[in-house]
């Protein structure tokens, strides 16, 4: 339940309308002949006798015994208040809005959002019609929920007075529906439209049968039986006409539904509805739902697991309607329609791969999460609440199951292997030396590419490479510099860093050399030095090494060719990411060749046992 552990009750109205007989017919089911004390003690319902399950506190007051400082701070402390009134007196119908209603406005505000519940207490003395007097004061003040009519000397609707009571605070219908429009208000009707989008599983418009049922269940953890799922369709085709199409429920017939149950004072099925997809008493998803705690120890990193993958890679089918691999911007659009704000701007497009009109593909669009959930965990555990994961993996408590936490980096170069899947590669140089060109082509693009858009550069690009037969994640992030500039204490920190310079400017390496010097030649992190523009003239660096010579000297792998013209050198990056899986090797050069190549044995050992493994618990299980 969200929001409420308990329930407070209080009781407020003229003196000798019943209040105190009320409770005390409540907690001993029979009326109290002997004299009435003028308050009753605060007493606690359990929670195992309640409807709700929820501990209950009612709090009687007297204006005999207490003052005004208590009855405010008792107006404050309430989740809901029950003015009582006797049928026989007017004198005390009159009191409501002449004295208590506007004490409670006037001690919560105006736009206070505590219930209000009047209970029209000595029905056995009062008329038929006493209803006629308390209506009107219904329609003008909104934080009346509802009124009940209750004789404590006949013990007549006493449970339904504290039912109502506690039913206003834990399904109130303020935030649900206008009784002056009598609709949905437009927050909730926002709400129920994101849960009809969540639920609509092949993204039809229309939840039919095996939707509905799905929902049922998840919801109610019922299925509905083939005669009711018809009686209900029966009853919006009546009330409005394309609430049914296909023999499905569309949204607007998803809607009308739900503005029929709070009509009918079944509101609870609503809010049950809206707690499961994770909204609080104010129609705010909770932090809970949103953002579960994840712990992420120092040195670790974040890396979606098979079942995130699995999740997005079912969101990227459902809305790609064409079914062309890729999301339009229309596709996208609605992809996120079940959320607060449109998330990726033209920079995503520009940081991962699409198809030729500039669209992300499937690939793309699963290295733009990785790249997420690497840099902002939390941002990916918000937006896969938003597309409803927990409804859609209902197997799995929240999505927290969709979220990998590596291990601490010391662990991996202790025992010289990591797990990871996902590695960042910051590429540091001089303004001018080729990084931005590098970044695209990761992602098979040049600055002459026709839908490049400067503007809408991104300093990250992502995109899976083979390492040994096994894909990983490789994320570019530029660090863009002058020649005088410091490197920051973020600047350092990735799996494995490049080191560029221009072949054509003199200037360039000199700044590489001395970054590698002053931060990576002592440091765990494995380096790699790229020489760009390896289409130009080379000239002579204006350093005592040259950067061949710095290599050697430094036992790191010679410089690597760099060209955005012609055929990008993709080599360069399968040797960022081998670095990176591999960073205890850092040292021993890439022209020692046998050793190389016992790691990539070694590695094609591993995942052909791994295959061979997976085949025979296969057959075993077939078997």
Known sequence: MYGHRDVRILLLGDSSVGKTSLILTLVSDEFPEDEVPARAEEITIPPDVT?????????DFSTREQGDEILLEEIERADVICIVYAISKQETIDSITEYWLPLIRNTLGAEHTTPVILVGNKSDLGDSNSLENVVPIMNDYAEIETCVECSARNLKNISEVFFYAQKAVLHPTGPLYSAEDKELKPECKRALCRIFNICDLDNDGILNDYELNLFQRRCFNAPLQPQALDDVKAVVRKNIPEGVQNNGLTQIGFLFLHTLFIQRGRHETTWTVLRKFGYNDHLKLTTEYLRPRLRVGRGSSTELGHLGYQFLTQQFEKYDQDKDGALSPTELQSMFATCPVMPWGPDVNMAVGTNEKGWINLQGYLAQWTLTSLLDVNRTLEYLAYFGYRYVMADHENQLSAIIVTRDKKIDWQKRQTSRNVFQCNVIGCRGAGKTNFLQGLVDRSLDHPLLHPEHLSTYTMNTVQVYGQERYLLLH???????????????????????????????????????????????????????????????????????????SYKIPPPQTYSSTGRPNKDIYIKLATLAAYPHLKGISHENRSLWLKIGVGAAIAVGCGIVIFKYLRRGQSS
Not at 532 to 548: F, G, I, M, N, W
Request: glycine content about 0%; overall charge negative; charged content about 25%.
């Open 51 to 59: 409807p709700e399950k929820v501990p209950t506190h009612i709090v």
């Open 478 to 552: 530029e660090i863009d510099v002058e020649l005088t500039d410091e490197l920051t204490s973020d600047d350092l920190d990735c799996d494995v860093v490049c080191l560029m310079y221009d072949i054509s400017d003199p200037r360039t390496f000199e700044y590489c050399a001395k970054m590698y010097k002053q931060h990576f030649e002592h440091s765990n992190i494995p380096s790699l030095l790229v020489a760009a523009k390896s289409d130009l003239h080379p000239v002579r660096q204006d350093y005592p090494l040259q950067p061949a010579q710095f290599c050697a």
